[in-house]
């Protein structure tokens, strides 16, 4: 783009300056502020939907940070939507501001969003709206638009696939990188003085050309998204004369620099469906910008692209500076010795490879080389914090918004919850009023659809008073805050809307225990009744003993929240107590007969009902206290009754003897039964499997009562060859549950071989290195080192000499 004459001093009748660009590119933006600076245009028109012209006095708003995206939704229809981002580097952004800067008026363009909203529901499109990097017919976001076909457009041209003009104007500069090949000719080159419009002229050229060649990519909805600019454009140069300057995807300029009829574009709108539609600003992220997050017109690095844009000088040497930064904080060795060979390294290869600067290749290898240690999992992080990014954008309070998102960003104030971009862990004491506070708000959210938060394992605690929460704000939430609008005004009222509309439709048991769980959790008191009624008589309705031992453990659940969130659970107490009788009616004979995979399955149910029964016991609801010994009653039918699969067999003994209701001796005369040559080898493996397997505890049993051990491991070497095979598989699942330390002890102890009948196993007895018996003298000469060590006392020297001769000797 060097050497090419500048379009200064255009006269009359010149026609509009129009500026295509690259949306969200760096050197574009910065081109359109230098030409705007130049050409002093009278008006700014910008691709964008017309409807947001009321919105664009908000982006001069001192709360306003870019990112940020302007969001269209159907307002019958909220889930029908579309965006479009703009971020600090993108070129309509920095015509917006010059505008504001200027005093000069500025207005979107492109078609309405009405149209837009109503054809991509034509079409079964969503997502972010007509964003491409240089609108071409690359796709929009997911999913994207169905190609025409060869029968749809205009002219010959319109059977041609869609094109990357970057990748074409790249691979005719003999460049196999198109990203690399707009950094050369665009990011990095300088505006000097009367160049500020030649890269436009030089950019619509190239797109003219491409477009002779293949034609206008095959989209119908692009020929009409021409002719409405095209009419904007005459009415503003009607109003404006030439003072007209128009900033739009490279790809359109050459359509609308074509003169047509206004007759004939009047035609091509003529007839288009509409929808009512609302718009506001919305806070966009940087990785929602990037190709990876599957917005097409996504760029690769937002973050790289961002730091060009507001680098004053010196990109690189700043860039790597960041770089070190980061890893500095990750704890990484990086000095500014690291720094400056790292700049060098860039600048070599820039050189090397014939580039003018170097760009984020050349950055990339250089920090992979000299401050990664040629490693590419600290090279990972630069890519996500720094070339992608989490940057989150803010909007100013007075946007348009729904009622609930007015209440949920009060919400978010009073509660001192700011979303963030960047994933966070969130541990909450509901002790506290105000971690009690986000605790319902974050569920509720969940209720309604809204997934800000996702529940986490706790790591300090397992108590019922303390939530782990991993939260991270994504903009199609913005989205998901106008459907839900339709459920109320406020988070409270719309959580207690939709909990009891999804009572209604619910159709399994477990959905509606799950649903009443989740508003014991909201604490949303106006939706258990109704929750409660379908709850009692979805159960009372339901004879599936699969689907009410699912149902159990999330109403005992509940019960637990009580006592900490101070929730009447009286009521859910008597459902869960009727449950559990009639599962313990049902249970026997719903496990005769069943196959492998039904038996497996119907262990989890035992598992999970006994777990149930463990808490329901203990609640303070009158007539509960006899569910523990009901529930054992049925374990011993379980465990004795041979119609019973194995591993449902075994796992009721090891449940009774787990409670301390089944004396090991009993335990082993039972395995010994099973283990007898007159039972099959695959029912005495699922037996063992539903005994000792199912990260059950079953490997630190055996390593401690080695009569067991001894009856397993007599049992599998007296196994026929014939059966060994079909039995391994089983055998080879539940060991490899166990962790690696007790299959080591295991390992060691049947290597051992067996030790004195009936006694139990001697920590380290017979493994190689340790005799049978302490030896008192060896460790007491061990003790005063221990001691000082430990600080405990002061050894005298002459003591702690003898001390050590004594245990080295």
Request: negative net charge; hydrophobic residues 45%; proline residues 7%.
């Given at each position: 783009m060097t050497g090419v004459t500048s379009v200064v001093g255009r006269g009359a009748g010149a026609g509009p300056l129009l500026l295509g660009v690259r949306h969200h590119g760096p050197g574009s933006a910065r081109a359109v502020r230098a030409a705007l600076e130049e050409a002093r245009p009278r008006v700014v028109l910008i691709?964008?939907?017309?409807?947001?012209?009321?919105?664009?006095?908000?982006?001069?708003?001192?709360?306003?940070?870019?990112?940020?995206?302007?969001?269209?939704?159907?307002?019958?229809?909220?889930g029908r939507s579309a965006f479009w981002p703009l971020a600090e580097f993108s070129p309509e952004w920095v015509a917006i501001r010059w505008a504001q800067d200027h005093g000069v008026p500025a207005r979107f363009i492109d078609l309405p969003a009405t149209h837009t909203l109503a054809w991509g529901s034509r079409e079964g499109e969503a997502g972010v709206a007509d964003e491409r990097p240089l609108d071409t017919g690359t796709a929009g976001d997911s999913p994207p638009v169905p190609d025409p076909g060869p029968d749809s457009g205009p002219g010959p041209d319109s059977a041609d696939v869609r094109i990357d003009p970057l990748g074409v104007l790249a691979e005719a500069a003999g460049y196999d990188d198109p990203e690399r090949w707009w950094e050369d000719v665009v990011e990095h080159r300088g505006a000097g003085k009367g160049d500020a419009l030649a890269p436009f002229t030089v950019l619509e050229e190239a797109m003219g050309a491409l477009r002779e060649t293949y034609g206008s990519g095959g989209h119908d909805r692009d020929l009409v998204r021409e002719a409405y600019m095209r009419l904007q454009v005459r009415t503003a140069q009607r109003e404006f004369e030439d003072g007209v300057a128009v900033v739009c995807g490279a790809w359109h300029v050459p359509a609308l620099r074509?003169?047509?009829?206004?007759?004939?574009?009047?035609?091509?709108?003529?007839?288009?469906?509409?929808?009512?539609?609302?718009?506001?600003?919305?806070?966009?992220?940087?990785?929602?910008?990037?190709?990876?997050?599957?917005?097409?017109?996504?760029?690769?690095?937002?973050?790289?692209?961002?730091?060009?844009?507001?680098?004053?000088?010196?990109?690189?040497?700043?860039?790597?500076?960041?770089?070190?930064?980061?890893?500095?904080?990750?704890?990484?060795?990086?000095?500014?010795?690291?720094?400056?060979?790292?700049?060098?390294?860039?600048?070599?290869?820039?050189?090397?490879?014939?580039?003018?600067?170097?760009?984020?290749?050349?950055?990339?290898?250089?920090?992979?080389?000299?401050?990664?240690?040629?490693?590419?999992?600290?090279?990972?992080?630069?890519?996500?914090?720094?070339?992608?990014?989490?940057?989150?954008?803010?909007?100013?309070?007075?946007?348009?918004?729904?009622?609930?998102?007015?209440?949920?960003?009060?919400?978010?104030?009073?509660?001192?919850?700011?979303?963030?971009?960047?994933?966070?862990?969130?541990?909450?004491?509901?002790?506290?009023?105000?971690?009690?506070?986000?605790?319902?708000?974050?569920?509720?959210?969940?209720?309604?659809?809204?997934?800000?938060?996702?529940?986490a394992a706790s790591r300090g605690s397992t108590g019922t008073f303390r939530e782990t929460w991993r939260l991270?704000?994504?903009?199609?939430?913005?989205?998901?805050?106008?459907?839900?609008?339709?459920?109320?005004?406020?988070?409270?009222?719309?959580?207690?809307?939709?909990?009891?509309?999804?009572?209604?439709?619910?159709?399994?048991?477990?959905?509606?225990?799950?649903?009443?769980?989740?508003?014991?959790?909201?604490?949303?008191?106006?939706?258990?009744?109704?929750?409660?009624r379908i709850l009692a008589d979805r159960a009372a309705l339901d004879a599936d003993i699969g689907h009410l031992a699912q149902a159990l453990p999330a109403l005992v659940r509940s019960l637990r929240y009580g006592d900490v969130r101070g929730t009447d659970t009286g009521a859910l107490a008597e459902v869960a107590a009727g449950l559990a009788e009639r599962v313990f009616v049902g249970l026997p004979p719903a496990c005769a007969a069943l196959d492998a995979d039904a038996a497996e399955e119907m262990r989890g149910h035992v598992d999970a009902v006994h777990g149930a029964v463990g808490l329901l016991g203990d609640a303070p609801a009158t007539g509960q206290g006899h569910l523990r010994g009901r529930w054992r009653s049925v374990l011993r039918v379980l465990g004795a009754r041979d119609t019973v699969p194995g591993v449902i067999r075994g796992r009721a003994v090891r449940l009774l003897l787990d409670d301390g209701e089944l004396a090991q001796e009993e335990a082993a005369r039972l395995m010994g039964l099973v283990l007898s040559p007159g039972t099959p080898p695959a029912d005495a493996a699922a037996w063992i499997e539903g005994f000792v397997g199912g990260g059950s505890g079953g490997g630190m049993l055996l390593v401690h009562d080695e009569r067991l051990l001894r009856l397993v491991d007599a049992w599998l070497t007296g196994v026929p060859a014939e059966a060994f095979t079909d039995v391994l598989p089983l055998l080879r699942r539940t060991f490899s549950a166990y962790e690696p330390g007790v299959r080591r002890t295991l390992g060691e102890l049947v290597r051992r071989g067996p030790g004195p009948a009936g006694g139990a196993t001697a920590a380290g007895s017979g493994i190689p290195g340790f005799a049978a018996e302490l030896d008192p003298v060896r460790a007491d000469a061990v003790l005063p080192v221990v001691r000082l060590l430990l600080g405990l006392d002061e050894v005298d020297q002459g003591s702690g000499d003898n001390n050590l001769v004594g245990v080295t000797g």
């Amino acid at each position: 783009m060097t050497g090419v004459t500048s379009v200064v001093g255009r006269g009359a009748g010149a026609g509009p300056l129009l500026l295509g660009v690259r949306h969200h590119g760096p050197g574009s933006a910065r081109a359109v502020r230098a030409a705007l600076e130049e050409a002093r245009p009278r008006v700014v028109l910008i691709e964008g939907p017309p409807e947001a012209d009321a919105l664009i006095p908000l982006a001069a708003d001192e709360e306003m940070r870019p990112p940020v995206a302007l969001l269209a939704h159907a307002v019958d229809e909220p889930g029908r939507s579309a965006f479009w981002p703009l971020a600090e580097f993108s070129p309509e952004w920095v015509a917006i501001r010059w505008a504001q800067d200027h005093g000069v008026p500025a207005r979107f363009i492109d078609l309405p969003a009405t149209h837009t909203l109503a054809w991509g529901s034509r079409e079964g499109e969503a997502g972010v709206a007509d964003e491409r990097p240089l609108d071409t017919g690359t796709a929009g976001d997911s999913p994207p638009v169905p190609d025409p076909g060869p029968d749809s457009g205009p002219g010959p041209d319109s059977a041609d696939v869609r094109i990357d003009p970057l990748g074409v104007l790249a691979e005719a500069a003999g460049y196999d990188d198109p990203e690399r090949w707009w950094e050369d000719v665009v990011e990095h080159r300088g505006a000097g003085k009367g160049d500020a419009l030649a890269p436009f002229t030089v950019l619509e050229e190239a797109m003219g050309a491409l477009r002779e060649t293949y034609g206008s990519g095959g989209h119908d909805r692009d020929l009409v998204r021409e002719a409405y600019m095209r009419l904007q454009v005459r009415t503003a140069q009607r109003e404006f004369e030439d003072g007209v300057a128009v900033v739009c995807g490279a790809w359109h300029v050459p359509a609308l620099r074509r003169k047509t009829t206004v007759a004939a574009d009047k035609a091509l709108l003529k007839g288009l469906a509409k929808v009512k539609t609302d718009m506001t600003w919305v806070p966009w992220t940087h990785r929602r910008l990037s190709r990876f997050s599957g917005y097409g017109a996504g760029i690769e690095s937002p973050g790289w692209y961002g730091h060009l844009f507001s680098a004053p000088d010196r990109p690189v040497e700043r860039w790597m500076t960041k770089v070190a930064g980061l890893l500095r904080a990750e704890d990484r060795i990086v000095s500014s010795a690291h720094v400056i060979e790292a700049v060098r390294l860039a600048e070599t290869l820039a050189a090397m490879r014939g580039r003018p600067l170097p760009g984020l290749s050349e950055t990339t290898d250089a920090v992979r080389a000299v401050m990664c240690d040629g490693s590419d999992v600290p090279l990972a992080l630069v890519q996500d914090r720094l070339v992608v990014g989490d940057v989150l954008g803010e909007v100013p309070s007075a946007a348009p918004a729904v009622p609930l998102q007015r209440d949920l960003a009060r919400l978010q104030r009073r509660l001192r919850l700011k979303p963030e971009a960047l994933e966070r862990e969130l541990e909450l004491d509901l002790r506290k009023e105000n971690d009690a506070a986000r605790s319902r708000l974050l569920h509720r959210l969940r209720l309604l659809g809204i997934a800000w938060g996702e529940p986490a394992a706790s790591r300090g605690s397992t108590g019922t008073f303390r939530e782990t929460w991993r939260l991270r704000w994504e903009p199609e939430l913005s989205v998901r805050v106008a459907e839900a609008g339709v459920w109320g005004t406020t988070v409270r009222t719309a959580a207690t809307a939709k909990a009891e509309a999804d009572a209604v439709a619910a159709q399994r048991l477990d959905d509606v225990t799950a649903l009443a769980e989740r508003c014991l959790l909201a604490e949303l008191p106006d939706a258990l009744p109704t929750v409660m009624r379908i709850l009692a008589d979805r159960a009372a309705l339901d004879a599936d003993i699969g689907h009410l031992a699912q149902a159990l453990p999330a109403l005992v659940r509940s019960l637990r929240y009580g006592d900490v969130r101070g929730t009447d659970t009286g009521a859910l107490a008597e459902v869960a107590a009727g449950l559990a009788e009639r599962v313990f009616v049902g249970l026997p004979p719903a496990c005769a007969a069943l196959d492998a995979d039904a038996a497996e399955e119907m262990r989890g149910h035992v598992d999970a009902v006994h777990g149930a029964v463990g808490l329901l016991g203990d609640a303070p609801a009158t007539g509960q206290g006899h569910l523990r010994g009901r529930w054992r009653s049925v374990l011993r039918v379980l465990g004795a009754r041979d119609t019973v699969p194995g591993v449902i067999r075994g796992r009721a003994v090891r449940l009774l003897l787990d409670d301390g209701e089944l004396a090991q001796e009993e335990a082993a005369r039972l395995m010994g039964l099973v283990l007898s040559p007159g039972t099959p080898p695959a029912d005495a493996a699922a037996w063992i499997e539903g005994f000792v397997g199912g990260g059950s505890g079953g490997g630190m049993l055996l390593v401690h009562d080695e009569r067991l051990l001894r009856l397993v491991d007599a049992w599998l070497t007296g196994v026929p060859a014939e059966a060994f095979t079909d039995v391994l598989p089983l055998l080879r699942r539940t060991f490899s549950a166990y962790e690696p330390g007790v299959r080591r002890t295991l390992g060691e102890l049947v290597r051992r071989g067996p030790g004195p009948a009936g006694g139990a196993t001697a920590a380290g007895s017979g493994i190689p290195g340790f005799a049978a018996e302490l030896d008192p003298v060896r460790a007491d000469a061990v003790l005063p080192v221990v001691r000082l060590l430990l600080g405990l006392d002061e050894v005298d020297q002459g003591s702690g000499d003898n001390n050590l001769v004594g245990v080295t000797g």
